[in-house]
């Protein structure tokens, strides 16, 4: 059963740098694109940026709002996938989620979602 | 950044209607489309990808139409459990947008 758990979210102040993990089980991680989005207290969906897999290069995209501040690495030895978060603002507050790719082929559609970590930014 | 718009932004229908969901993109986005189900403190629910494919293990009422710049979601014969906030989000450029979301309500 593939699942996905995150985990390091928490209260943090604004400037502040935070990790988050996924931790992933039941897929063989690295053939796998995972991708990061957020989700502010009552409002939409937004992709935060993902990063491929080894074969597909292992790069990254990030979204405008948290390029330069916000990077996503992978451990595929641990199944692990992190976004490192630093200069946060209180903006940045939200439920955090990783998500899978739907195909070790690529396609960049997100299927399994864990159920999320929040990061609280304030003073 | 391609710009995504949902109408209507909330409907509320019986069960057993048929409703429609229209997506519309700012730029032709070809057929890279997903949309999503959401329910409340739930993570999202990949139902649709590629516009018109239904995910594995979803419900056949839901079906996905559209290329270029406007796309539906389609629930045929609603059910209780359909009630949820639907996204659609465009995958054809950097960002992966979403749309600000179509709330389904069950009368």
């Known amino acids: 059963e593939v699942q996905l758990v995150e985990s390091g979210g928490g209260l943090v102040q604004p400037g502040r740098s935070l990790r988050l993990s996924c931790t992933a089980s039941?897929?063989?991680?690295?053939?796998?694109?995972m991708s990061w989005f957020r989700q502010a207290p009552g409002k939409g969906l937004e992709w935060v940026g993902f990063i491929r897999s080894k074969a597909y290069g292992g790069a990254t995209e990030h979204a405008a709002s948290v390029r330069g501040r916000f990077t996503i690495s992978r451990d595929d030895s641990n199944s692990i996938a992190y976004l490192q978060m630093n200069s946060l603002k209180t903006e940045d507050t939200a439920v955090y989620y990783c998500?899978?790719?739907?195909?070790?082929?690529?396609?960049?559609?997100?299927?399994?979602w864990g159920q999320g970590t929040l990061v609280t930014v304030s003073s | 950044d391609i710009q995504l718009t949902q109408s209507p932004s909330f409907l509320s229908a019986s069960v057993g209607d048929r409703v429609t969901i229209t997506c519309r993109a700012s730029?032709?986005?070809?057929?890279?489309l997903a949309w999503y189900q959401q329910k409340p403190g739930r993570a999202p629910k990949l139902l649709i990808y590629a516009a018109s494919t239904l995910q594995n293990g979803v419900p056949s009422r839901f079906s996905g139409s559209g290329s270029g710049t406007e796309f539906t979601l389609t629930i045929n014969s609603l059910q209780p459990e359909d009630s949820a906030t639907y996204y659609c989000?465009?995958?054809?450029?950097?960002?992966?947008?979403f749309g600000p979301g179509t709330k389904v309500d069950i009368k």
């Open positions: 989000q465009q995958l054809n450029r950097y960002p992966f947008t």
């Open positions: 998500s899978r790719d739907i195909s070790p082929m690529a396609l960049y559609y997100f299927d399994y």
């Open positions: 730029q032709g986005i070809s057929s890279y």
């Open positions: 039941g897929f063989t991680f690295g053939d796998y694109a």
